[in-house]
């Protein structure tokens, strides 16, 4: 493994492992082959969302995601991941034995401490319930929901999240939401990615070191949160590295300068200005991932824009 992840040692373990909820149709012809990198070795762990036989493995994603995104009124819908994120994409992330959790990763992974909100499983009369995580091959520990779109080679990240939000700090796994991405962008050969996240979000500072973040939308009162950056990278490893090294991205330096111009994630007539400047064909404008990691998260970020544009 590379030696910048050498804190990432649940990376190394046979009993846990990346995995790929996805159904057969949409599976990649050839993962792994564009991006150049050494971080995944491991065999993925392969689950098919429209198996019956997998519902405790996607209750175990949805109580994830809904503890994650609940808090915010954004907890997806079960209908929505069916219908907008497995079947048209796939979700990916990484799995772990039973008997590689700790006490504390047990208790908050545990189905009936924390079962699924409106599965079935509690009505049916011909699904099995599952009593305990030792019930299961593999417990997910993370989700990144990736689907493709109409724009060819464009996929949109849907959605990230990991145990580590329920898990006191000692007891997390490092790296892992950021490598829960980094391997769904490695394994399906996504060479762009937009994406959306609140300002003001700690997301963001996770988000933008997947590559040179564009802004392509400043403010989204089509969405249920107005006050949502929209974004969009080219996938490039190289920056990947910078997320753990917290190294100047020189590349970045070279490309892009300085507007003189600034975002505040506070002011939202601040976010609408900068997204009729993106109306007006302006940009296109961008964020530096380093300055956003040196920032609180309510500070002013410097609006970037090419350098050949002067």
């Not at 609940?70 to 799995?95: E, K, L, T």
């Not at 939401?177 to 996240?197: D, H, I, P, R």
């Not at 609408?272 to 970020?301: C, M, V």
Request: glycine share 6%; net charge neutral.
């Amino acid at each position: 493994m590379n030696s910048l992840l050498a804190k990432a040692d649940w990376m190394n373990r046979d009993d846990i492992r990346p995995y790929v909820f996805v159904r057969p149709e949409n599976q990649i012809a050839q993962p792994g082959s564009v991006h150049r990198n050494d971080w995944f070795t491991q065999s993925p762990v392969f689950k098919n969302p429209l198996d019956v036989k997998e519902l405790a493995f996607a209750d175990r994603i949805y109580s994830l995601e809904e503890r994650a995104f609940g808090p915010s009124n954004m907890a997806m819908p079960r209908w929505v991941f069916y219908d907008c994120a497995v079947m048209p994409g796939f979700v990916a992330g990484f799995a772990a034995r039973p008997s590689a959790l700790s006490k504390a990763a047990r208790e908050a992974l545990d189905p009936k401490k924390f079962p699924a909100s409106l599965s079935p499983i509690k009505s049916s009369g011909v699904l099995k319930e599952v009593e305990s995580l030792d019930d299961m091959d593999w417990i997910p520990l993370s989700l990144f929901i990736i689907i493709p779109t109409m724009h060819k080679g464009e996929w949109v990240a849907h959605n990230l999240c990991s145990v580590n939000s329920l898990l006191p700090k000692e007891e997390q796994f490092y790296g892992l939401g950021f490598m829960s991405k980094a391997f769904g962008l490695w394994y399906a050969n996504v060479e762009q990615c937009s994406g959306m996240t609140q300002w003001g979000s700690p997301a963001l500072k996770l988000h933008s070191h997947y590559g040179h973040l564009e802004v392509i939308g400043a403010y989204a009162p089509v969405h249920s949160h107005a006050k949502t950056i929209t974004y969009r990278v080219q996938v490039n490893t190289q920056c990947w590295e910078k997320f753990f090294n917290k190294e100047p991205d020189l590349a970045f330096l070279e490309n892009y300068g300085p507007t003189g111009t600034f975002i505040d994630p506070k002011q939202e007539v601040s976010m609408l200005n900068f997204q009729q400047r993106i109306e007006r064909g302006e940009g296109p404008f961008y964020l530096s991932a380093g300055e956003i990691a040196q920032k609180k998260l309510d500070e002013q970020l410097m609006i970037y824009s090419l350098k050949q544009q002067y």
